[in-house]
């Protein structure tokens, strides 16, 4: 009776430990395969600011057509998978886990055929598990992007058949769990509006993950007529309501019914570029090719030109954006202070935390990661007072 009682009082102590409101926040850094290469190897394994992530996803994997899986860089794979110390080895001496995953917006088009047959779940599955084993991961995130989207191979099946393929590979994860006696996640990352979770029965696939990373950046681009932010907490002033990081929070746990501690909203380490245009909701002609390398730009990149730009701040939006008169351009950026705001925000509402694309953005030359810095020290402590 004595040890019945004892039990009981440790299990409401770990309960009551774990919903402190000083219990930290989680802090997700997606880490491309790819980026071994990138600025003379800048952001290897070695230097990657542990402390301050609770998850690293390893991006990407992809599946096969026959649900075998393969990396998006076979090169990056081998120095940081089998490399040792390996990132799973560096992360988990830190007491970060490290997630698997899968697909991107380029590497999405084999999983409407993987996910249409038991078959073939059961051999992706299998694949992922394997994986899990070889590499030392802590779980699997799907990012899917889109079911049910045509120019990805897309069908109306892939809305039933998306639920099926979480299921099974949670199912398998639960057995191999059991068989090690150990956890491991499940999470997938989602579109942030109406529009790219058509293909999804959202309540259902909410009950199989464990957490959902909800992408809310990108809301605005150059694939849009006129210039607006990528990721605004609020809309701006005449924006669409629907297109900033509130409104996909408030669809997911008001629309949904989703409990917000299951939710991780997305902040970007990069922005985008608006040619011939230097105000907001005005017409541009396209991505900045000349002064940026890329489709988007990372912040280590922003920081380089902002000597050539005056920088604004959209009170409404609660995000900053810079206009270079010279360059004829618009910059859509988030910095230290939006970021601190979205880190508020889920403070305010209870948000489980924050994933980031990508956490090399913010790295800069002389190892200071200035966004990152940022969100850790709202969210590692969430009892801080506001600045």
């Known amino acids: 009776m004595q040890t019945s009682a004892c039990r009981t009082v440790l299990l409401i102590l770990l309960l009551t430990a774990g919903s ?23 952001v290897s394994p070695a230097v990657i600011p542990y ?11 992809s599946p096969l057509p026959d649900g075998r899986i393969a990396g998006k860089d076979t090169t990056g794979d081998r120095l940081y998978l089998r490399t040792h110390p390996t990132l799973t080895e ?10 698997l995953s899968f697909g991107g917006w380029e590497d999405s088009d ?31 995130d799907i990012d899917w992007e889109y079911p049910g989207f045509a120019p990805h191979k897309g069908t109306d099946a892939d809305r039933e058949n998306f639920t099926l393929l979480l299921q099974t590979l949670k199912d398998s994860l639960a057995t191999l769990g059991k068989s090690g006696g150990r956890t491991y996640l499940l999470t997938a990352a989602v579109a942030a509006g109406p529009t790219g979770l058509a293909g999804i029965d959202v309540g259902r696939v909410a009950q199989i993950l464990d957490q959902i990373n909800v992408m809310t950046y990108d809301f605005y681009g150059p694939w849009d007529p006129t210039a607006n932010h990528n990721a605004p907490l609020y809309p701006s002033e005449g924006a669409d309501t629907s297109r900033c990081v509130d409104a996909a929070f408030r669809l997911f746990h008001n629309g949904y019914g989703i409990p917000s501690s299951k939710i991780n909203l997305g902040v970007p380490f990069y922005g985008h570029t ?36 005056t920088r604004h701040w959209d009170d409404r939006a609660q995000v900053p954006y810079l206009v270079s008169d010279a360059w004829n351009l618009l910059i859509s950026y988030d910095d230290v202070r939006s970021i601190s705001a ?28 200035p966004l990152l810095d940022a969100i850790d020290a709202l969210l590692r402590s969430p009892t801080n007072e506001r600045d």
């Open 274 to 309: 608006y040619t011939n245009c230097r105000s907001l909701s005005a017409p541009h002609t396209g991505p900045d090719t000349t002064h940026f390398s890329r489709f988007g730009a990372f912040y280590y990149d922003i920081v380089g030109v902002m000597d050539s730009c």
């Open 342 to 369: 979205k880190a508020h925000y889920v403070l305010d509402h209870n948000v489980h935390g924050l994933i980031i694309w990508e956490i090399t953005g913010d790295y800069l030359p002389d190892g200071s990661t």
């Open 110 to 140: 084999n999983f409407p055929a993987v996910a249409s047959t038991p078959l073939l779940r059961a051999a992706f599955a299998h694949s992922c598990t394997d994986a899990l084993r070889e590499y030392g991961f802590d779980g699997i």
């Open 51 to 61: 402390e301050r992530l609770t998850i690293i996803n390893y991006a990407f994997f």
């Open 20 to 42: 402190s409101p000083a219990q930290r926040k989680e802090i997700i850094g997606y880490y491309p395969s790819w980026k071994w290469n990138s600025r003379n190897g800048l």
């Open 90 to 99: 560096l992360a988990h001496r830190h007491g970060v886990r490290v997630v």
